[in-house]
């Protein structure tokens, strides 16, 4: 790296060569070392941020966690395994006075690891953890399930940012909380920040298309598949089909499978949505009648919907 510096042997300003391995600044024309063992003070090419993009300049440590009262900056003493007693006294000292984060920092491993293994992005996973930062504020998370509570946020946020999962996909990934207790602990969770913000809180709505992209791709549909099963969910919104988003987009992936060759097993498109196979049945029930209008032209004739097999009654 070439920058200009005063020489005092050349006595005057001359290029220099800054070697960051050795440390030392030479001078260019007469090779006098001006500076030697200097430190480098800018960024080394490791970054410890998060995923945000944002170019942390710092050299150490994690990255600065504004949900935290110290911002996640806290420094431990750890105890050497050849110490001083002054080093084993300070350790001691300061697991005496306890961490007051312990329990959300526990709390946001656990959002963290369930996001992970839900394939979340980061957007859910950081609103999941300042719904979580909101319950704490309140004390109200003593003595209450944490798995629960920590699922329950994860479905209260990917339903806020419009991308919903369904109750049963977040409790197959939990295991220390059933899917009635997510239920309960969502319900508490509303009610805690309806008393907060003094109104009801928005939970965001759920259309079937917005499961159908990951179930399509659970089933292995082909891109025409699943552009029919997409228009078909479209134009079932003009009917009055009273049933829940997921059930209506699992019945209409069974009836565009019927009418393709890759036929799909009602026990796989089952397992692929969570949604019993006596649910899909019954959505499909109420969705037979409107087969003609609903299932675009250009992938069923209308002789071809005859294939389609007729609901039990």
Excluded at 117 to 131: C, F, G, Q
């Amino acid at each position: 790296m070439m920058s200009d510096s005063y020489c005092p042997d050349c006595k005057r300003n001359t290029e220099v060569v800054c070697d960051h391995a050795a440390g030392d600044t030479v001078c260019s024309e007469c090779g006098l070392v001006l500076e030697a063992r200097s430190i480098d003070e800018t960024s080394e090419w490791r970054t410890f941020a998060d995923d945000s993009g944002d170019h942390d300049p710092n050299r150490v440590g994690g990255p600065v966690n504004p949900l935290l009262g110290d911002g996640a900056l806290t420094t431990v003493i750890s105890r050497a395994a050849n110490g001083s007693n002054a080093d084993s006294s300070l350790a001691r000292l300061q697991n005496r006075g306890g961490d007051p984060d312990r329990a959300i920092v526990l709390a946001f491993k656990a959002i963290s690891n369930m996001a992970d293994r839900l394939s979340l992005v980061t957007t859910i996973k950081d609103r999941a953890s300042e719904i979580y930062k909101r319950l704490e504020d309140q004390k109200c998370t003593r003595g209450r399930n944490l798995e629960a509570l920590v699922a329950a946020c994860i479905y209260i946020a990917c339903r806020q940012e419009g991308k919903p999962r369904t109750v049963k996909e977040i409790c197959s990934i939990v295991a220390g909380a059933t899917k009635k207790e997510i239920g309960r602990a969502k319900e508490f969770i509303v009610k805690q920040l309806k008393v907060e913000m003094g109104e009801s809180m928005e939970m965001g709505t759920i259309h079937a298309g917005d499961y159908l992209r990951r179930f399509c791709s659970n089933l292995g549909m082909s891109n025409e598949e699943v552009k029919a099963v997409q228009e078909t969910v479209q134009k079932a919104g003009d009917f009055d089909i009273r049933r829940s988003p997921i059930s209506i987009a699992a019945a209409i992936i069974f009836m565009v499978t019927q009418l393709s060759e890759s036929k799909k097993p009602l026990r796989d498109i089952s397992i692929a949505t969570t949604v019993a196979e006596g649910t899909i049945k019954n959505a499909y029930r109420d969705l037979y009648p409107h087969a003609a209008r609903i299932i675009p032209e250009w992938y069923a004739k209308e002789r071809d919907l005859k294939n389609l097999s007729s609901p039990k009654a």
